[in-house]
């Protein structure tokens, strides 16, 4: 079961790229790895999804190491209203039971 | 589109009541869950469905129960209401050719069990 650790918080200021790693060291073969961002008294956001490499959308880049045991979202030139909680999720190959588990999250505060 | 849709917003409960959790998705997504977050933490999966008749249980599934007899719909039932179940509630669903990989979440519901 593929269980992610990410920091529990990080600061940044307007402007900034921010990068935001989690650990998921019991990755399988088939799982994905998947992003959201939650304001709060929201549901979650998708933000983006990979395998391997890196991937990019009008939103964030995410880049997964060979070993796949780690990832990276890369939000780039952050605003206030990029202030949220942000979620990596491993999830298991479309064979597979599903046991979602989300993290944490780590809650991202950008200053003025 | 609607998207996820969910009722109540609110409630509160007294111990030993029971009550159902409405969630409703209307863009034809096969796969649908239902998640608690307690204040300050992460979600934690209580059941899914992969489909209309087929559900299964998540990570804590204990207290709930759920059915789904269409496509659209997904109840969650709580029996016997406990303060432990006092938490924020999310339905979400998921296209089945993007298994759970994005899935779009309601506004969830507000519940307290007193």
């Known amino acids: 079961l593929a269980k992610t650790t990410q920091p529990i918080s990080m600061d940044s200021y307007e402007g900034q790229e921010v990068n935001i790693t989690c650990s998921h060291n019991n990755i399988a073969t088939n799982d994905y790895i998947t992003w959201y961002q939650q304001f709060p008294s929201q549901g979650p956001r998708f933000i983006i999804q990979g395998y391997k490499t890196k991937v990019t959308n009008e939103v964030a880049s995410l880049f997964i190491p060979a070993d796949r045991k780690s990832s990276t979202l890369s939000l780039p030139r952050v605003s206030l209203s990029d202030t949220a909680v942000y979620y990596c999720?491993?999830?298991?190959?479309?064979?597979?039971?599903?046991?979602?588990?989300f993290g944490s999250g780590t809650r991202l505060l950008v200053r003025p | 589109n609607a998207g996820v849709t969910q009722t109540p917003k609110f409630r509160i409960l007294k111990i030993g009541q029971s009550m159902t959790l409405q969630c409703t998705q209307d863009?034809?997504?096969?796969?649908m869950y239902w998640y608690r977050q307690d204040p300050g933490m992460g979600l934690k999966l209580i059941y899914y469905s992969v489909g209309a008749g087929i559900t299964d249980k998540g990570e804590v599934p204990n207290g709930y129960n759920v059915s789904r007899s269409t496509t659209e719909d997904f109840p969650l039932r709580l029996e016997l209401a406990a303060p432990s179940q006092t938490s924020v509630y999310f339905c979400a669903s998921s296209p089945r050719d993007r298994g759970a990989n994005e899935q779009f979440f309601g506004p969830g519901t507000r519940l307290t069990v007193l």
């Open positions: 863009m034809n997504h096969n796969y």
């Open positions: 999720l491993v999830v298991k190959g479309l064979d597979s039971s599903y046991k979602l588990i």
